[in-house]
């Protein structure tokens, strides 16, 4: 149980285009998703925090105009990545918490490329 | 959520236990210790987590000190898939807070 898909597993764009990245709880509810992005060699960066039907909370620094998040339904939320830059380029993970559970549960990640 | 602190990078044999340290000087009494790995460009698995307890399951086992000021994950038959970075969370018990990642400690498993 406690499964999270993430669709694409990898893509690559051109500069300048937009992307969205699917993320979806499979066998249970997600109240709560967030959203990581990682670059090579280094840890996973909090990237937002968002719960269904309400507005994504964005960590500092994050461009929310640029990386545009939707947490519409119990089983899916989207990242879209708008104008991408080279970069931009980096493993994007998503993760999935359902009620009042402190677990997390994690996609097997996204891997976007800005040519 | 208190601070932690790992070594970056471990050695072990094949065969032989892993065990990976983690100090968090600065938990309070609600802060869990949550353990995960990542394993190359995939997303992280969920280890084991505790609180004041010593810890097991089917991956591994959790050591917390009495002062729970510091951990030691052990995997008692290490393989070459345990080869990963194994992140150690402190973390609030209130079940909204988001898992905050620090470097981690990168494990090698060699034959």
């Known amino acids: 149980g406690a499964v999270v898909s993430q669709h694409p597993s990898w893509v690559i764009c051109k500069s300048g285009t937009s992307v969205k990245i699917e993320c979806r709880s499979l066998?249970?509810?997600?109240?709560?998703m967030f959203w990581y992005r990682q670059f090579p060699k280094q840890s996973l960066m909090l990237m937002a925090t968002?719960?269904?039907?309400?507005?994504?909370?964005?960590e500092q620094g994050v461009e929310k105009d640029k990386f545009l998040i939707n947490h519409a339904s119990l089983t899916l939320s989207t990242l879209t990545v708008t104008s991408a830059h080279p970069e931009d380029s980096s493993f994007y993970i998503c993760?999935?918490?359902?009620?009042?559970?402190?677990?997390?549960?994690f996609g097997p990640g996204t891997r976007l490329t800005v040519t | 959520d208190a601070k932690t602190t790992q070594p970056p990078s471990m050695d072990c044999a094949e065969g032989r236990a892993a065990n990976l340290p983690c100090n968090h000087s600065t938990i309070s009494g609600n802060e869990y210790v949550y353990w995960y790995r990542q394993i190359h460009s995939q997303g992280p698995q969920y280890i084991i987590h505790?609180?004041?307890n010593n810890e097991t399951n089917e991956m591994a086992s959790l050591i917390i000190t009495e002062d729970r000021k510091s951990s030691t994950l052990i995997l008692p038959h290490a393989t070459l898939r345990d080869t990963a970075v194994y992140y150690c969370i402190v973390r609030s018990a209130q079940a909204g807070t988001a898992l905050i990642f620090g470097k981690g400690t990168t494990l090698s498993v060699s034959s």
């Open positions: 505790g609180l004041k």
């Open positions: 066998d249970f509810q997600a109240t709560t």
């Open positions: 968002s719960n269904e039907g309400s507005k994504a909370t964005y």
């Open positions: 993760s999935a918490r359902t009620g009042g559970t402190r677990e997390q549960y």
